[in-house]
């Protein structure tokens, strides 16, 4: 059965600080992983896909990194801004037995500091 | 393009009660999801639909039931209501021939006093 952890649970930073959420699956059959962003008591944003035979997506200020040999992902924020703030979500879609099911990380929490 | 919208957005209801929730998929989208997301337990996958039928379940028990009618939208049902069913009910969409990539609704918060 897939697993998907996230560390840290949360995570304060100052404005301006570039900063890493790590994201880890236990089982690397997958089709893909996907970075979200969720609001207080909102639904989720995809903000990065990645496909199993890629090792990163970019977009502006946001960077998404996956290993699926060691089962690793990481999601990089540059300059970090107070806009920032939400909970971040790791997901991937296992490519067994046709489920097509999303399983998630409990998430990172990050609250950027004016 | 219209998202995935999700009625209401939410709901009280007492426990032993009936919960109905909806959702209406993407334009062309045929694959409807729902996923629980209950405080402290993360998101949980709950039902998958295509084509009418239920094709996944995920590991919560009969009386979390659902449909999905010939213009793709999908009901969710949730029946003999627990303190524990409170939670944000989220619904994505996808195509059939793209499954890998879901779309997410705004949610639907249900609470049960």
């Known amino acids: 059965k897939q697993e998907v952890t996230q560390i840290p649970a949360a995570l304060s930073v100052p404005e301006g600080e570039n900063l890493v959420l790590n994201c880890s699956f236990t089982?690397?059959?997958?089709?893909?992983l996907q970075w979200f962003r969720q609001d207080p008591g909102k639904g989720l944003t995809s903000l990065l896909l990645?496909?199993?035979?890629?090792r990163e997506q970019t977009s502006g200020r946001l960077n998404a990194s996956l290993d699926k040999s060691s089962g690793r992902s990481t999601l990089y924020i540059a300059a970090s801004q107070p806009g920032d703030s939400a909970t971040y979500l790791c997901?991937?879609?296992?490519?067994?037995?046709?489920?097509?099911?999303?399983?998630f990380g409990k998430g990172t929490k990050l609250s950027v500091i004016p | 393009e219209a998202g995935v919208t999700q009625s209401p957005t939410h709901l009280i209801k007492t426990r032993g009660q009936q919960a109905t929730l909806r959702c209406s998929p993407i334009?062309?989208?045929?694959?409807v999801y729902w996923y629980q997301q209950a405080l402290g337990l993360g998101l949980q996958f709950l039902l998958w639909y295509d084509e009418g039928e239920e094709r996944n379940r995920g590991n919560f028990p009969p009386r979390f039931s659902g449909r999905q009618f010939p213009n793709y939208s999908s009901e969710l049902n949730v029946n003999a209501l627990e303190l524990e069913d409170s939670a944000l009910y989220l619904c994505?969409?996808?195509?059939?021939?793209?499954?890998?990539?879901?779309?997410f609704g705004p949610g639907t918060r249900l609470t049960v006093t």
């Open positions: 334009s062309g989208h045929t694959s």
């Open positions: 990645i496909q199993s035979s890629q």
């Open positions: 994505a969409s996808s195509l059939w021939t793209s499954r890998y990539e879901q779309y």
């Open positions: 089982d690397s059959a997958i089709y893909n």
């Open positions: 997901a991937v879609l296992d490519s067994g037995a046709g489920s097509y099911q999303l399983t």
